[in-house]
């Protein structure tokens, strides 16, 4: 790639030259997690029976890519959830989980100009499907938590369940999936947007015409095409007219 150029303060370029065309893009993928909404919802999950550090230090290590398979780190992390009740998700949904700024402002403008949007998460349903409500999203992969019945709504028993696609969204997933609902709309790749913070959005992102990192690790930031280190979500519309 050429060398990254400041387009703006916060706003980082490179291999291309703004302002590209946002009705020449057909689709936007979003990651969930501090991408979409402000929180990793595994780590306030896990504050509930008092593990949020154990398992943050793991989330962690996975998006700045030290841990090599993000499902085996996905799975650790679960299984640190066991016996989270729905009650004390339902409390992180209403207490911590915010929405990004921009988020609304750039969906309303993508949707406008024609997009479909994708959301793609190595999170969970439980707040996937919400954010999509809220957001209008089109299409969700995530992962689902499995619950047994129990006090408060029930509980999570420390596993995640099994889809017919596979069994984690990781970031091999996340790029078929792009790559899946590009084909499903009888678009190419490079009409597609990808949108994320952590390593494990690198493939989808590899795979997309534009690459965008949100107030990303260096990893990511370095391989994007924008990099969004200040400001919202709606950053994005600065270098698509």
Known sequence: MTSATEFAPGLVVQGFTP???????KLIAFDMDSTLISIECVDEIADAVGRKDEVAAITEAAMR??????????????????????AD???VYVERMRINPGAAELI??????????????????????????????DFVRANVLEVR?????????????????????????KRRTLLEVAS?????????????????????????????????KPKVRAQAMVAINEGGLDRLLEVLR
């Open 149 to 173: 019945s129990g006090p408060n709504c029930g509980e999570l028993t420390g596993h995640m369940v099994d889809q017919p696609w596979g069994d984690i969204c990781d970031g091999a997933e």
């Open 89 to 91: 998700m339902e409390q």
């Open 19 to 25: 302002p590209l065309r946002l009705q020449d893009f």
């Open 184 to 216: 499903l709309l009888g678009i190419e790749p490079s009409q597609c947007i990808a949108m994320g913070d952590g390593a494990n959005d690198l493939p989808m992102m590899g795979a997309a015409g534009l690459s965008v990192a949100y107030h990303a």
């Open 108 to 137: 309303r403008a993508c949707k406008t100009a024609g997009l479909k949007v994708l959301l793609v998460s190595g999170g969970f349903t439980f707040f996937a499907h919400r954010v999509r409500d809220t957001l209008g999203i």
């Open 65 to 86: 890519g030290e841990i090599a398979d993000y499902k085996e780190s996905l799975r650790r992390r679960v299984a640190l959830l066991r016996g989270v009740t729905v």
